[in-house]
């Protein structure tokens, strides 16, 4: 080679790690909660590489990641993202993906995996995590091409927010992260491969429209029941809209609390198990339901064959699958919830109103007849009283609730009204405990500047606690309202209600503590176990208890106010029973609500 000649330009490559991360950034990507591992690690040097694009918090769990990652979904337009190594960290992500798919849930889980020759032979860390997750997930890859990367990306952001969303998991072969190709034959926006997938709405055909309101003008008792499916559809306002057009009452499902303002006349709350008395006599009573974007869980519907037997039933919900599976409807509607209300706002006229003011009456003397309402004591703090507080002292400041699982949860849903969508975060579906906390550090990473507080029960406290260091080591500063009573409250409840009181491991203290056999009184002593404020104190976080009614809404606001992360623990008496309750299979007429 003549000294005149230049050396040829080496061609840049991206291997398949790089072009996975740059591929969520072409898909407008923010974050993702990720623990790393052998098998993950590539993925982990190119999300190094690409930090100024996008930001990954290290989870101290993957569990934890996973459900902060539900936090971005839920409360964003945004797919959550998480990943985790092979084997045990892939595993460690398995409920969360279910509770995505049961709360219908956008959310991306990528898992590395041991490379393709060792795949079947009980390699170290290896798991079939794409037959494990085969049944919780809406989609699932195995990635065996590089080429097949970008492709597999944005297939997967289409599968999990078109249609019902629900989570997608990818898993990545540690050989093909490796692989590597040529950066100009690397396309970040390739056609999709989805022969059998069409999540097409159909158009809702305008006889169906007239066909509602021709239900909703012969009606004399009509009913809103209303669930998570409004909010996915982004049918709030439309649905606001609606309600002041026809004055009917609205029903809200644990999943559906701020798609309509709890703070409205016409909000009736939840309904359910644990709903009102109101919402639950309405609905037994309505001569109309109009079921929108919910699917008829057992826990509002108790025994199915009686629920809503009064009534003509409409049904409206993006997926076709839910129409007559759990309750027949007379009026099966497939669509897009927002899109059939605003259907129905545009075709409703005055004279398709009826007049509802003997109805109305009679929901409003059910209101007074049956409020919430919850046990006076002295001194003790009833963990209602605790929640009600925290929504007077809060409210002003929109904040973001999450939960755990178990009466706190109900609690908060029955006492802390939501006015917005998006507010609220809560395991309903599969109802799992420890999803509170890692919950709120989601939300707090998308909303930095928002009040974000995670109301907690100290079982489910603990099943994520070790959260408490990424709260620190990530800036995030969420307050945490820990309502101990030292047991497991909910299931604690049943014993005493269909058990005659008989304590079978619910106690979380000591087993040599007479509370451990249910001797105690229904009052927590001193001897508290554990010691959760110097717990917090280790992680670096500040904290409080209180145990007087007097001390309680100062130290909610010294929580509120506080600028990092704080735990305030309140101790409450360990036999108060989450009311009104229709008990499982039972009616309406079955209520429980003293």
């Avoid at 959550?80 to 993906?97: D, Q, R």
């Avoid at 009980?122 to 990635?143: G, N, S, W």
């Avoid at 050989?175 to 056609?191: G, I, K, N, R």
Wanted: proline content about 6%.
């Amino acid at each position: 080679m003549s000294t005149t000649e230049k050396p040829a330009t080496r061609q840049a490559q991206y291997n398949g790690a790089e072009i996975m991360i740059q591929a969520l950034i072409h898909h407008q990507a923010k974050y993702i909660f990720a623990y790393p591992g052998g098998a993950s690690m590539p993925l982990h040097q190119a999300l190094r590489k690409y930090r100024e694009s996008i930001r990954t918090i290290l989870p101290r769990h993957e569990q934890g990641g996973a459900f902060a990652a539900q936090g971005i979904s839920r409360t964003t337009n945004e797919v959550g993202l998480c990943m985790a190594t092979s084997g045990p960290g892939a595993t460690n992500l398995v409920t969360s993906i279910a509770d995505a798919k049961l709360d219908s849930v956008p959310l991306i889980a990528i898992t590395g995996q041991v490379p393709q020759s060792v795949i079947g032979s009980d390699a170290f860390q290896e798991t079939p995590i794409v037959e494990v997750c085969r049944a919780i997930t809406k989609h699932h890859y195995m990635l065996t091409d590089i080429r097949d990367v970008a492709r597999v990306v944005k297939e997967a952001f289409h599968v999990a927010t078109t249609g019902r969303p629900g989570p997608v998991l990818i898993d990545f072969p540690k050989d093909v992260q490796l692989a590597s190709l040529p950066a100009d034959e690397v396309d970040f926006d390739p056609p999709m491969n989805l022969p059998g997938y069409r999540p097409l709405i159909p158009d809702v055909a305008p006889e169906q429209i007239k066909q509602i309101v021709a239900a909703i003008r012969r009606a004399k008792k009509p009913i809103l029941y209303v669930g998570g499916g409004c909010i996915l559809s982004g049918a709030s306002d439309a649905l606001r809209e609606f309600v002041e057009k026809t004055k009917i009452p609205v029903a809200m499902t644990l999943m559906g609390l701020g798609t309509f303002p709890g703070t409205h006349e016409l909000s009736l709350h939840m309904l359910g198990m644990h709903g009102t008395v109101y919402s639950n006599l309405a609905i037994d009573q309505a001569d109309l339901l109009l079921a929108f974007g919910v699917r008829f869980d057992d826990r509002v519907t108790g025994k199915l064959d009686e629920f809503a037997k009064h009534g003509k039933i409409v049904h409206v919900d993006i997926d076709p699958s839910e129409i007559h599976k759990n309750k027949e409807a007379h009026i099966p509607v497939v669509g897009d919830v927002r899109l059939v209300i605003e259907q129905l706002n545009q075709t409703l006229t005055v004279d398709d109103v009826p007049d509802l003011t003997e109805w109305h009456n009679q929901v409003k003397e059910w209101k007074e007849k049956f409020p919430l309402h919850y046990a006076k004591y002295e001194t003790e703090i009833p963990q209602q009283h605790a929640i009600h507080t925290l929504y007077e002292l809060s409210h002003d400041r929109d904040p973001f609730i999450a939960v755990g699982v178990g009466q706190h949860q109900m609690w908060a849903a029955q006492y802390f009204k939501f006015d917005k969508p998006k507010r609220w975060l809560s395991s309903s579906g599969l109802g799992t405990m420890g999803f509170g906390l890692p919950a709120a550090m989601g939300v707090q990473t998308a909303h930095p500047d928002a009040l974000v507080i995670d109301i907690e029960g100290d079982g489910s406290f603990q099943m994520n606690i070790q959260e408490l260091a990424t709260l620190v080591c990530e800036d995030l500063p969420v307050k945490i309202m820990l309502l101990n009573n030292q047991h497991l409250g909910m299931v604690v409840q049943w014993e005493d209600r269909f058990m005659e009181g008989r304590r079978a491991h619910t106690y979380l203290g000591p087993v040599h503590k007479p509370e451990a056999l249910g001797d105690g009184t229904g009052i927590v002593g001193d001897d508290i176990y554990p010691n959760f404020v110097k717990i917090a104190e280790g992680y670096g976080i500040a904290g409080k208890q209180v145990r007087d009614q007097k001390d309680l809404a100062q130290a909610i606001q010294t929580m509120i106010d506080h600028k990092g992360p704080y735990l305030l623990e309140v101790i409450c008496p360990y036999q108060e029973h989450v009311l009104p309750m229709i008990p499982s299979g039972k009616t309406v007429r079955d209520i429980i609500i003293e």
